[in-house]
């Protein structure tokens, strides 16, 4: 079965500092692996997903991804973060076969912005 | 489109107590899912389903039912509340045109407390 791991709980940073949030996912088969964004008190948005093809993925608010298979990593990025980044960030993973319908999420890292 | 809704967004109940979680959408979706949110334990599946009439368990089904008797509703079932079931309940649903890649949308959420 697909497990998630999200590296970090917490990441506290500076407003206009680089953030990385990692990720690792254990499945050694093709899989597909998304990160989706909770602000507070909201539910869940997709922010980016990598699916095949190139490995680093672009997504919305200016956050990109890339996809190490070598390291079965999927780790986010964002070379510059403000203060509306702050929510709890979602790294999930669904294998590209079989039962394919069903995520497995990771416990989330909450991404603190402060000024 | 109003996305996946979900109502009520809160609620209180006593211990033994019963209640529905509503949920629908309004994309088409074939595939719903329940999950539950607890914190630093990311998302939990409780019930998922990929069409009226067609349910299984998630990881996390215990204390709970559910039924899908038309393509827009997922409804989840607490028969018998109790403290444990004090949690956030995100509802989603996934595109057939996307099945493959399992982009999932969520709700808003409905957060439960067991008293």
Known sequence: AQSVTQLDSQVPVFEEAPVELRCNYSSSVSVYLFWYVQYPNQGLQLLLKYLSGSTLVKGINGFEAEFNKSQTSFHLRKPSVHISDTAEYFCAASNSGGSNYKLTFGKGTLLTVNP | ?115
């Not at chain 2, 949110?37 to 998922?48: E, N, S, T």
């Not at chain 2, 989840?76 to 989603?92: D, H, K, N």
């Not at chain 2, 057939?96 to 890649?101: I, K």
């Open chain 2, 1 to 115: 489109n109003a996305g996946v809704t979900q109502t009520p967004k809160f609620r209180i109940l006593k211990i033994g107590q019963s209640m529905t979680l509503q949920c629908a959408q309004d994309m088409n979706h074939n595939y719903m899912y329940w999950y539950r949110q607890d914190p630093g334990m990311g998302l939990k599946l409780i019930y998922y389903s990929v069409g009226a009439g067609i349910t299984d368990k998630g990881e996390v089904p215990n204390g709970y039912n559910v039924s899908r008797s038309t393509t827009e509703d997922f409804p989840l079932r607490l028969e018998l509340a109790a403290p444990s079931q004090t949690s956030v309940y995100f509802c989603a649903s996934s595109s057939p045109l996307a099945t493959s890649y399992n982009e999932q949308f969520f709700g808003p959420g409905t957060r439960l407390t067991v008293l």
